[in-house]
């Protein structure tokens, strides 16, 4: 055998070991140097950050809307008199407005509507009147006549608001009717005052004989 290797290749056995023993290591070099997994790079850890507090007037929901505060004087939304005009004849101080209250729906489906107003006079007598038509619903209409019709005074036979206008010209029938709302009344119509136009208290009204 070790001649047959001596024959084939020209090269004295000793020779020969050595050069297939180098020739096996740079095999299994070169197969290890591929076989090594290159390792990914170390990525820095990241910053830690403190998150920017939200501006809590910006983002803070809306809050439930609350009644105005009572103007001075003046109409109240579209009511047909003001403070401290005169509520109807005759012009004397008695029958000026110091105070108009909006009657406000607390039932379902209308919850919210002004169906009405409440005058105040300065004899201390209250009156009630509709909205006027073109902001007044059906179901507007049924309440602010529930309301009457619970209210109004002994000696009255209206319980019921009268058209206002009929075919589109005005009726002239009567607008304002005197109430007395029994104290706790309110709850049980599902209905509730809230102060609109109130003349301050200790000023003197004007002269209403000019009105």
Known sequence: M???LRARSGLPMRKLVAFFVLTMLASVSSVSAAQQVTPLPTLPPAPITTPIPLDSTSQSLPSASVDAAPLNGGPCLD???????????PAKSAMQI???DKVVAETTMIQGNVI???YTLHDGTTWLAQRHQDYMS???ARLSNLVLGVAHMPADTVTQFPPVKRFGVKTNY????RVSIPAGALDPLRVRLVPCVVWPAGRDLPDPSGQ
């Open 98 to 100: 110091v105070r108009i």
């Open 2 to 4: 070790n001649g047959f």
């Open 79 to 89: 009511s047909s008199r003001g403070v401290p005009q005169v509520l109807q004849p």
């Open 138 to 140: 059906a179901a507007d």
């Open 174 to 177: 009567q607008e304002f009717f």
């Open 116 to 118: 009405g107003f409440l």
